[in-house]
Every structure is written in C-alpha cells, then in structure tokens.
C-alpha cells in the first residue's frame, strides 16, 4: 500500500540555521504531495505542495520539490527563525483518492536563539 | 471569512460510553474528512463525506461512524469506547472537487480522553 516516511525527530537547531527534512513516499501512480505543520494546540495548515514530478512547491521561505526519481519530496528552509519550531507532516494524495491523505509520522522543529 | 469550526475542544468519557464530535466545514465546502491524531499511530484517515454521502473510509472498525448534513456540516461518533480511542480528531474541508490541487482546510480538532 500507500505510504510516507520521514526521518525522525527531534530536529534541533539555531536560529538562521539550514533545515532540511526528509521525506519518501511508497505510491502507485501519480500521487500529489504535501507538507503540513502543526503548531503546538493547533490543527494542521498547508504548508506547500506539489502536483506532479519536477514541482517545487513553495512558502514562507519552505521549499520542496517532488522527485519522481527517488520518490522523495524533501522540506528545505534556508534560514530557520525561533517560529517555525512546530511538527512538520509530509503526506501524499492518490491521484484517485478523494481527499484521504496518508501522512508521515511527523518531524519535530525547534529552534533556539 | 470563518475557518473550520470543532466542537467541543475537549473531552473526557469513561470506557464503555459513546460520544458525537461536531465539525463545521469552511462556507461553500461540500467535503468534510476526519482523522485520527494519536503519539503511537500518527494521523489515520476515518472517512470523507460529501454531499452527505460517505466516498471514502478508512481502516477503523465500525465503532467509528459518521454523517454529513445537507449544510454540509459532518458529525463522527465513537460508541463503546476504548481506553484507545484517545485521540486528538482533526476535521478538514474542501471544495469537493477532486482535482490535484484540492486543499484541505484543518480544524484545531477535539481532544477526547477515555478513562
């Protein structure tokens, strides 16, 4: 079946750091992809996604792009800020799945000054 | 313009009893989808309901049930609860029109423990 998997957390790091987290996926066809955060007490929001292979999918200063190649669609942030510290969700969408999303465990963020 | 709307934002219950979680989807939304959030399982698909027909379901057991209303706002239930069912349940609208670029708009869920 469908799956996602995206490298564990906690991910720690300073303020204007680089980010990258992983994510691979295990579909048939031509899944959509998505990353989502949590903040703490809240529900998810869409980060960015992407559609179809070579996208880059970008927001905030977040980009990831899906490779058909590795299926992977790995999260990127050149210079991180003490609020992006939140649970990062990389999920994807069957092209004939309605609106069921399989989604990674989730990537813990946090940030120091 | 209001967001997804969920309620209530917590509850407690004890095993054995059942329990309805209430969500209103996004003005013009016709698609409701809940999740389950747990620390072990992570997010799990529950089902999708649109025009007040279920078109989609996940792997849980019928304990788990849902409805959708003709002003599209969408109602989950749990009967018989299980110390496992505590959870943190996420609602999310769309459109409803399945295409690639459909965007789910989360609610900040229900927490529900069962003791």
């Known amino acids: 079946g469908n799956s996602v998997t995206q490298m564990e957390g906690p991910v720690t790091l300073s303020e204007e750091a680089f980010l990258t987290i992983n994510c691979t996926y295990t579909a048939t066809g031509y899944p959509s992809l998505f990353w989502y955060v949590q903040y703490p007490g809240e529900g998810l929001q869409l980060l960015l996604k992407a559609t179809k292979a070579d996208d880059k999918g970008s927001n905030k200063g977040f980009e990831a792009t899906y490779r058909k190649e590795t299926t992977s669609f790995h999260l990127e942030k050149g210079s991180v800020q003490v609020s992006d510290s939140a649970v990062y969700f990389c999920a994807l969408r069957d092209s004939g799945g309605y609106n069921k999303l399989i989604f990674g465990a989730g990537t813990r963020l946090a940030v120091h000054p | 313009k209001a967001g997804v709307t969920q309620t209530p934002r917590y509850l407690i219950k004890t095993r054995g009893q059942q329990v309805t979680l209430s969500c209103s989807p996004i003005s013009g939304h016709r698609s409701v989808s809940w999740y389950q959030q747990t620390p072990g399982q992570g997010l799990q698909f529950l089902f999708e309901y649109f025009s007040e027909t279920q078109r989609n379901k996940g792997n849980f057991p019928g304990r788990f049930s849902g409805r959708q209303f003709s002003n599209s706002r969408s109602e989950m239930n749990v009967s018989t609860l299980e110390l496992g069912d505590s959870a943190l349940y996420l609602c999310?609208?769309?459109?409803?029109?399945?295409?690639?670029?459909?965007?789910?708009?989360f609610g900040s869920g229900t927490q529900l423990s069962v003791l």
């Open positions: 999310a609208s769309s459109l409803g029109k399945q295409g690639a670029n459909e965007k789910l708009f």
